[in-house]
């Protein structure tokens, strides 16, 4: 199994590296793909050396596409007519498409979440009213769509990918290695 997770400077260090490491845990293969570089930098100054550019993804051989929070991150991931060709072809290939915190907002602009329940961070519910029903779980799948509040949802939502790639036996051990409850 493949996943990308999109890297655009001012991602939330804590969203992005989260489903990076859960999922590799579990035996996905991960790559982090730069939005501007090989190289971006976290909403925290924290940096982090990517695997390739967004233009070397190939979404056909991917199962999960994850675009963490964090600003800017989330805006240039939503402002980015690239990312937005890249969600879109992954959904309509069937593949998770899962966001994090403010990264819905990408989500919105690629018109891909009007007849999805989706959650967010609060500080987006207004810009996501497109959507059939925004509510407040940690965590909200519906269909190939994963998204969640913020920071501190980050190992729900990575659990939540890999439940959803089928890993559901990785998952229940993953959460007894990692001790989470």
Do not use: W
Request: hydrophobic share 45%.
């Amino acid at each position: 199994m493949k996943a990308a997770v999109l890297f655009a400077d001012g991602f939330e260090e804590i969203e992005a590296v989260t489903p990076v490491d859960v999922l590799r845990r579990a035996g996905v293969e991960v790559t982090m793909a730069g939005v501007f570089g090989m190289e971006a930098k976290g909403a925290r100054e924290i940096s982090m050396k990517m695997d390739c550019l967004l233009e070397d993804l190939f979404v056909d051989e991917l199962d999960a596409l994850i675009l963490p929070g964090g600003l800017p991150g989330a805006h240039h991931l939503r402002d980015n007519d690239e990312v937005q060709q890249i969600i879109q072809d992954a959904h309509s290939l069937g593949k998770i498409v899962a966001a994090i915190c403010a990264a819905p907002v990408a989500l919105e602009r690629a018109g891909i979440i009007e007849d999805k329940k989706i959650t967010s961070h609060p500080s987006k519910e207004e810009e996501l009213q497109c959507c059939e029903e925004y509510t407040t779980a940690r965590v909200e799948v519906d269909g190939n769509i994963i998204t969640s509040r913020g920071p501190g949802t980050s190992l729900e939502f990575a659990y939540a990918i890999c439940e959803n790639l089928g890993l559901h036996d990785q998952v229940q051990q993953l959460k007894k290695a990692m001790i989470f409850k």
